[in-house]
């Protein structure tokens, strides 16, 4: 198994380019499946979660071609409804199928994603609203098998604003005859990236943006060309890496407004930090700790909790964040401490002593966000540390030794 070498202590300097996004990507990708005509997708992230995705498209029967940064979908082919468990089992977003084949095919057979290393992570919320919308639904052998003679569109109430409940049921109700509403709908900007992506292809969804999304029924959708927004949480992660290392970094191609609760968190806490309309620029700068809780956006995102609490080990006083999104996302925290960092867990708040001497040590990588927190920390500490399980990384960051380097750390990657 791959393991990184991070010899530090290191500054950073340069700039970044981000990726286009792969919470964008995953259920854009799924969204393919909705469409009988071409679908032009450009710039798609080299990450392993896309690539599960598009051979769970592949093994659907879409046609899959590549030309440059071009990659086009072809789903007039679509000859299946099953998304196994061996695909599944490596990527719960796989659950993203299971709105877009209802609608298209009227059946699917989706593998339940099993447990996750950050939380329970269920899928009520998307089940129960498809029943809404006329699905019948079993759940037998660990897969739910799920049919709609004619997909009603309905009136749904989300109980908690979930991303992809929120997602699902937009793409489930793509040709619903009727207007269907999507009440207390998640924010994120990566559902609105779905939203355009799906009006690009034809489709009619309205209130973009807002807590009450509207998906009014079409006949059929057309050819499409589309690009995704740029990753915000690579963009968090880069930003915190110059923070924590005190170095001049620029982050480009990410639209600041999605990252406005982090930079402005930021700024509150010392960080020098100028925004333009597709760039972050943050200058060296001594920071304060500070007191913050998970939420869905427009709050502070979850997947930048851990990167905090790296950053956190190197500013003046203590810090205290709370993780309300997911029951076990402090994985990283023992890691942190065998660096040297003086961190408390109680309940769901993490309480971090600042200004730690971190110094190398072999540690572990446990899932995609805590691993990235554990990059941050390792360009901090002394000495050489060794990161083990680096396949998690590989999971949602595009060529992370590569811009590291371009920034001047001193990273490598031993297969
Ligand atoms: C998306 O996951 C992201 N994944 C996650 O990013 C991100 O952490 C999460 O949203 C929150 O922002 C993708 O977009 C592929 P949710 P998702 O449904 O859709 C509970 C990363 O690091 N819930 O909003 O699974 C759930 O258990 C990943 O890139 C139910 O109880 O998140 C969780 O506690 C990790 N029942 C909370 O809601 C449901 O039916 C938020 O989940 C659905 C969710």
């Not at 789903?75 to 993203?96: G, P, Q, W």
């Not at 990566?190 to 992506?197: G, N, S, W, Y």
């Not at 943006?209 to 968090?236: N, Q, S």
């Not at 480009?252 to 020098?272: I, Q, R, S, Y």
Request: hydrophobic share 45%; net charge neutral; proline share 4%.
């Amino acid at each position: 198994m791959d393991k990184l070498l991070v010899h530090g202590p290191c500054k950073l300097n340069g700039t970044v380019k981000i990726s286009r996004a792969k919470n964008a990507y995953l259920p854009i990708l799924a969204a393919v499946l909705l469409s009988d005509k071409k679908i032009h997708l450009k710039n798609i992230p080299e990450l392993q979660d896309i690539k599960t995705m598009i051979k769970l498209l592949q093994n659907l029967g879409v046609t899959v071609t590549k030309n440059g940064n071009i990659t086009t979908f072809d789903a007039s082919t679509l000859n299946s409804h099953e998304a196994t468990y061996d695909l599944v089992k490596t990527m719960r977003a796989s659950i993203f199928v299971l709105g877009p084949l209802l609608a298209r095919l009227k059946k699917a057979k989706v593998s339940l994603p099993g447990g996750c290393a950050i939380g329970t992570r269920p899928i009520d919320i998307h089940l129960t609203n498809l029943e809404k919308m006329g699905c019948v639904i079993h759940l037998t052998g660990g897969y739910v098998e799920a049919s709609v003679p004619k997909m009603k569109a309905a009136h749904l109430l989300l109980s908690f604003p979930s991303v992809g409940a929120t997602e699902n049921l937009m793409m489930a109700a793509v040709f619903a005859e009727g207007t269907t509403t999507i009440d207390n709908a998640a924010l994120e900007p990566e559902i609105d990236d779905l939203a355009h992506f799906i009006n690009a292809m034809g489709g009619n969804v309205k209130g973009i943006g807002t807590k009450k999304i509207e998906v009014t029924g079409v006949k059929e959708l057309k050819e499409a060309t589309y690009e995704a927004i740029g990753d915000r949480i690579e963009a968090a992660t880069y930003l915190m890496a110059a923070l924590a290392t005190g170095s001049d970094v620029r982050i480009e191609e990410v639209d600041p407004a999605h990252l406005e609760f982090v930079t402005e968190l930021l700024k509150k806490m010392g960080a020098k930090i100028e925004t333009g309309a597709n760039y972050i620029k943050v200058e060296k700068s001594v920071l304060k700790g500070c007191h913050v809780d998970t939420a869905p956006f427009p709050g502070f995102p979850t997947d930048a909790q851990a990167q905090l609490i790296a950053l956190c080990t190197q500013v003046k006083g203590s810090s205290v964040i709370s993780e309300n999104i997911f029951e076990n996302r402090f994985m990283h925290v023992p890691e942190l401490i065998r660096l040297g960092a003086a961190i408390t867990l109680k309940g769901k708040s993490a309480f971090i002593e600042g200004e730690a001497k971190l110094s190398s040590a072999p540690i572990m990588c446990t899932d995609l966000r805590a691993s990235a927190a554990l990059i941050i920390a390792a360009l901090c500490a002394t000495g050489t540390t060794e990161i083990q399980r680096v396949y998690h990384l590989d999971r949602g960051y595009e060529n992370l030794v590569d811009k590291l380097k371009t920034l001047g750390a001193n990273v490598e990657r031993i297969k």
